[in-house]
């Protein structure tokens, strides 16, 4: 959302034509084979429970909507303590399939890639809603295909081809 912002403030982007296209979520996965037994954020308190990933807040979108999840719901400090950062969310994905850690935070849609190696225990609930924007970039004359695309990912074939990538409507 924020670099949509800034495309328009910068006069780039035809406002008139943006959307919020797509919705994820912020899923709490664990290994397949789950040694630990994690069956809730309540789990990762137990003392056998000692490495969770996560995205770095500072510098990966998912850590961000991570914490700010985890600190609404009261389970960040116990998250934090045992806390291996990831530089992003492929690398967390990583980690959690190949049990190098004993859970993490992803978005639904990287969970979805990997369903035979991780298991997701629940979706947490975003301080705000994870969406993805699409607009037009604004030029003189409008061009055909770009609208031609913009109009697919927005039809209903559209959307069920992202639904099959782990996306939601917003």
């Keep these: ?9 910068a006069g780039s982007i035809d406002a008139d034509t943006r ?17 630990k037994n994690i069956q809730s954020l309540a789990d990762l308190a137990k003392e056998d429970v000692t490495r969770v990933a996560y995205g770095n ?6 850590g961000r909507y991570t914490q700010g999840s985890l600190e609404k719901s009261g389970d960040w400090q116990a998250v ?5 950062l990831g ?22 849609t990287d969970a979805a890639i990997m369903k035979d190696k991780v298991n997701v225990v629940q979706e947490l609930e975003t301080t705000v809603p994870v969406t993805y924007p ?9 061009n055909e295909l770009a609208q031609a695309y913009l109009d ?3 039809s209903e074939e559209g ?7 782990g996306f939601s409507k917003p």
């Design 19 to 35: 959307k919020d296209f797509v919705q994820n979520g912020v899923v709490f996965i664990v290994p397949s084979d789950n040694p």
């Design 152 to 154: 697919f990912v927005l």
């Design 87 to 108: 530089q992003n969310v492929r690398q967390v994905l990583d980690y959690v399939a190949r049990g190098e850690v004993d859970a993490g935070f992803v978005f639904a």
């Design 159 to 165: 959307q069920a081809i992202l639904a099959k990538y």
């Design 57 to 62: 807040p500072a510098t990966v979108p998912v």
């Design 1 to 9: 959302q924020k670099a949509m912002d800034k495309a328009i403030e």
């Design 80 to 84: 934090e303590s045992r806390k291996v």
């Design 134 to 142: 699409i607009a037009l970039v604004k030029r003189d004359g409008r």
